[in-house]
């Protein structure tokens, strides 16, 4: 499975922004996708996931929205009210796992490469 993030870049300060991933290869072995961020100096942490069938998400705030295009092979996610403290890279994961939280970095089988944002006023 390789999985392909885009969208970022550099957003202003209150608006929103969403974020793809889009997944090739062996996607029949995806049941969950996650999102993740790396501030600058800081870890990696959980945002929000979904379950690629149930289409069922968990997030990490409310100011997530997870969602998917299973005809596009594509997870999306939006943060909303963007402030400084969202600039980072963001990655999309995927995982054979299809229940509970999934929200630790060890519960995904498949990586992307990340794509910056960048926070603005």
């Known amino acids: 499975v390789q999985l392909q993030a885009s969208g970022g870049g550099l957003v202003q300060a209150g608006g929103s922004l969403r974020l793809s991933c889009t997944a090739s290869?062996?996607?029949?072995?995806?049941?969950?996708v996650g999102w993740f961020r790396q501030a600058p100096g800081k870890d990696r942490t959980f945002v929000g996931r979904i379950l690629w069938g149930s289409g069922t998400t968990y997030y990490a705030g409310d100011r997530f929205t997870v969602s998917r295009d299973s005809a596009k092979n594509t997870a999306y996610l939006q943060v909303h009210s963007l402030t400084f403290e969202d600039t980072a890279v963001y990655y999309c994961?995927?995982?054979?796992?299809?229940?509970?939280?999934?929200?630790?970095?060890?519960?995904?089988?498949?990586w992307g490469r990340g794509t910056l944002v960048t926070v603005s006023s």
């Open positions: 290869g062996r996607t029949g072995d995806i049941n969950s």
């Open positions: 994961a995927a995982g054979p796992t299809r229940f509970g939280a999934i929200k630790e970095p060890y519960e995904y089988k498949y």
